[in-house]
C-alpha cells in the first residue's frame, strides 16, 4: 500500500517557537484542540508579541494558564526552560533531543520523564521505559506530564473503532496471519493447522517482492543433521 501523509484533520505543527535562547517571555493559553490521530490535546499558546503556537497539552492547563518559555522562567507547572535551568528529579516532557529543534522526545499522554542528573557531558534523562539517555543542557522541555493520561484504559469495544483510529495513523488494520490465509493468498496458507505452514520459510536474497516473505536468505534452518556428520566422519 502507497503511503499516505494523515493531512485531514491536522491543525499545525506541534513544536516550539523559535524565541533567541536567551530571551524569556510569557504566553497564555487560548485554546484547546483534539488532533486526529494524536493522543495527547493540543494547546494553542498565544505570546506576548501576537505570535501563535500549539504545543502538546500539559495535564493540569486551562484556558488563560500563563505560561513562560526562557531561561529565566520559573521551573513551575507548563513553563519552558532548558534542562540546565531546571532542578534534578523534575518531571519534564516534550523534550527536544538536538537543540532547537522543536521537541521531539516524551509527547504521548499521560507520559513524563526524569530530569535525573547533570553532568559535563550533558543533562541525564530517565525515559517511562527506564532507558537513561543524556541530552545536550541547553535542549528545552516544559515542566509537567502530557494531559490524556489513563487514555489506554479505555476498551476500544468495536472493531470499526480501534479502524478508525488506525487510519488516522496511517497504520495497516486488521493485520491477517498468513497461516491462516488460503494458499492463493499467501506462501504460508493452505494448512489445515494454523499453528504449521507446511514448506520452508526461507525465501532466496533475489527473490521478488511478492516471494519474499519468512526467512529471508536465512543461512541455517531447522534440525542439524548431527548424525549424518558423524557418519561422514567415520
Known amino acids: 500500500m502507497q503511503f499516505r501523509a494523515p493531512k485531514k484533520g491536522k491543525l499545525a505543527p506541534a513544536k516550539y517557537p523559535d524565541f533567541p535562547s536567551l530571551e524569556t ?10 488532533e486526529r490521530g494524536r493522543s495527547a490535546p493540543l494547546a494553542q499558546i498565544t ?29 513551575k507547572l507548563g513553563n519552558i526552560l532548558p534542562l540546565e535551568n531546571i532542578p534534578e528529579g523534575t518531571s519534564i516532557c516534550n ?9 521531539k522526545l516524551i509527547r504521548a499522554s499521560g507520559c513524563s520523564a526524569i530530569l535525573f542528573s547533570k553532568t559535563a557531558k550533558g543533562s541525564l534523562i530517565k525515559f517511562p521505559s527506564g532507558k537513561t539517555i543524556i541530552i545536550d543542557s541547553r535542549c528545552r522541555a516544559t515542566i509537567g506530564e502530557i494531559a ?7 476498551p476500544f469495544l468495536k472493531a470499526g473503532t480501534k479502524y478508525h483510529a488506525m487510519k488516522a495513523k496511517v497504520k495497516v488494520y486488521p493485520r491477517v496471519r498468513g497461516v491462516a490465509m488460503i ?52
Open 183 to 234: 494458499s492463493a493468498y499467501h506462501p504460508f496458507g493452505g494448512g489445515r493447522h494454523q499453528h504449521s505452514i507446511h514448506k520452508s520459510k526461507s525465501a532466496s536474497r533475489i527473490a521478488p517482492p511478492g516471494a519474499k516473505v519468512g526467512d529471508i536468505a536465512s543461512r541455517k534452518t531447522g534440525r542439524k543433521r548431527i548424525i549424518k556428520r558423524i557418519k561422514e566422519v567415520r
Open 47 to 75: 505570546f506576548d508579541d501576537g505570535r501563535v503556537t500549539y504545543l502538546p497539552a500539559i495535564n493540569g492547563l486551562y484556558l488563560g494558564y500563563k505560561i513562560e518559555i526562557g531561561p529565566e522562567a520559573d521551573p
Open 25 to 34: 517571555r510569557w504566553g497564555m493559553v487560548t485554546g484547546l484542540f483534539n
Open 148 to 154: 490524556g493520561g489513563g487514555r489506554i484504559e479505555k
Open 95 to 103: 523534550i527536544e533531543r538536538n537543540f532547537g529543534d522543536g521537541g
